[in-house]
T-cell receptor, first 113, second 111 residues
Framework: AQTVTQSQPEMSVQEAETVTLSCTYDTSESNYYLFWYKQPPSRQMILVIRQEAYKQQNATENRFSVNFQKAAKSFSLKISDSQLGDTAMYFC??????????FGQGTRLTINP | DSGVTQTPKHLITATGQRVTLRCSPRSGDLSVYWYQQSLDQGLQFLIQYYNGEERAKGNILERFSAQQFPDLHSELNLSSLELGDSALYFCASDSPNNEQFFGPGTRLTVL
């Protein structure tokens, strides 16, 4: 079974700092996709970034970037120059094909002024 | 705005009752996924429909059922409600490159 593990239940950093959220996953497949979703206090699920397993290059979206280590089955999210609006729950998720997303338990990130 | 709509935003009901949650996918998307998020929990997959047909099932209770209509909107029916069914229910639709976009969710409170 595919599983996703986020080992940091909570993190807290100062505004403008860089923070890295960890995620590991387990699968026997070679083709899959990984995502980070953000859930702010409004509870809306917002797609932050996407990585295809067959691509070696790490995905980047503005201040958000990932460190994808396929052999280690690791997929961390780095947030640079953190802002107050980044305060949210962050979920790592895995998908293979047009199927369900498998989510980790989430990391609650607080950005302090 | 993801383009996925869900109604209602909030539902408060009593144990033993039945409710219906509604979802419309993004224009052009054929799939609808339903997820349940209990308090302080991750999201659990319930069921997927593709172009009117059930495609995959997760840990969906027998008291729960869903369908997708010809206009592609979907309804999730929850019956014989229990306190533990209180949760946030999301639906999502996906793009051809496997990105799933979520609706705003329906918060169900069972008293």
């Amino acid at each position: 079974a595919q599983t996703v593990t986020q080992s940091q239940p909570e993190m807290s950093v100062q505004e403008a700092e860089t923070v890295t959220l960890s995620c590991t996953y387990d699968t026997s497949e070679s083709n899959y996709y990984l995502f980070w979703y953000k859930q702010p206090p409004s509870r809306q699920m917002i797609l932050v970034i996407r990585q295809e397993a067959y691509k070696q290059q790490n995905a980047t979206e503005n201040r958000f970037s990932v460190n994808f280590q396929k052999a280690a089955k690791s997929f961390s999210l780095k947030i640079s120059d953190s802002q107050l609006g980044d305060t949210a729950m962050y979920f790592c998720a895995f998908i293979q094909g047009a199927q369900k997303l498998v989510f980790g338990q989430g990391t609650r990130l607080t950005i302090n002024p | 705005d993801s383009g996925v709509t869900q109604t209602p935003k909030h539902l408060i009901t009593a144990t033993g009752q039945r409710v219906t949650l509604r979802c419309s996918p993004r224009s052009g998307d054929l799939s609808v996924y339903w997820y349940q998020q209990s308090l302080d929990q991750g999201l659990q997959f319930l069921i997927q429909y593709y172009n009117g047909e059930e495609r995959a099932k997760g840990n969906i209770l027998e008291r729960f059922s869903a369908q997708q209509f010809p206009d592609l909107h979907s309804e999730l029916n929850l019956s014989s409600l229990e306190l533990g069914d209180s949760a946030l229910y999301f639906c999502a639709s996906d793009s051809p490159n496997n990105e799933q976009f979520f609706g705003p969710g329906t918060r169900l409170t069972v008293l």
